[in-house]
């Protein structure tokens, strides 16, 4: 089975949304910050991240339930640090959490062009699905149909992201 990770490409400079920026806490400018990525133990080896369009330094940063609060040292009074609210935290993808063999990220696997054993093109891939017991990847054919292909190995003979293609095996 294939394990995807939904971490978001922002793909006008390649860099990977882990987390949105919620509200402020307390007076000092900690900002509650709402983790979007199935690796948040990623936050405690950060030092800098970008929000929005901004290098930041993070100051200061603790787990609160599955948030964290964090303090950048850009920012150090509520009011200031409350305009950061609603952005989003990114990293390049060289910072990605590594994954492993047959591991990919959805936005790798978005956008492949997929095709049967005899190389017919079926379509694109649109969205991923979770479904608890294995992922299911929509594909739109040219002619509009969806077409539902579980993520399993018996059905999904080859991924190459590079190449831009996945080829499957269709269940009859």
């Given at each position: ?23 402020a ?46 303090r ?41 062009t ?59």
């Amino acid at each position: 089975m294939t394990r995807l990770s939904p971490s978001v490409p922002n793909t006008s400079n390649e860099r990977i949304v882990i987390g949105r920026v919620g509200a402020a806490h307390g007076i000092r400018g900690d900002l509650r910050i709402i983790p979007l990525t199935d690796f948040p133990e990623r936050f405690a080896a950060l030092r800098e991240v970008m929000v929005g369009d901004e290098l930041l330094h993070i100051e200061s940063m603790k787990q609160q339930g599955k948030n964290f609060l964090m303090r950048f040292r850009e920012y150090t009074v509520r009011e200031a640090a409350q305009r950061l609210t609603g952005q989003l935290l990114t990293v390049t993808r060289a910072e990605a959490a590594p994954l492993d063999e047959g591991e990919y990220y959805v936005f790798d696997i978005v956008g492949l062009t997929v095709y049967d054993e005899e190389g017919h093109e079926l379509g694109t891939v649109e969205n991923v699905l979770k479904t608890g017991s294995n992922d299911v990847y929509v594909v739109r054919a040219e002619d509009g149909r969806e077409i539902l292909i579980p993520a399993l190995r018996a059905v999904v003979l080859a991924i190459d992201v590079p190449g831009g293609r996945m080829t499957v095996r269709l269940p009859n």
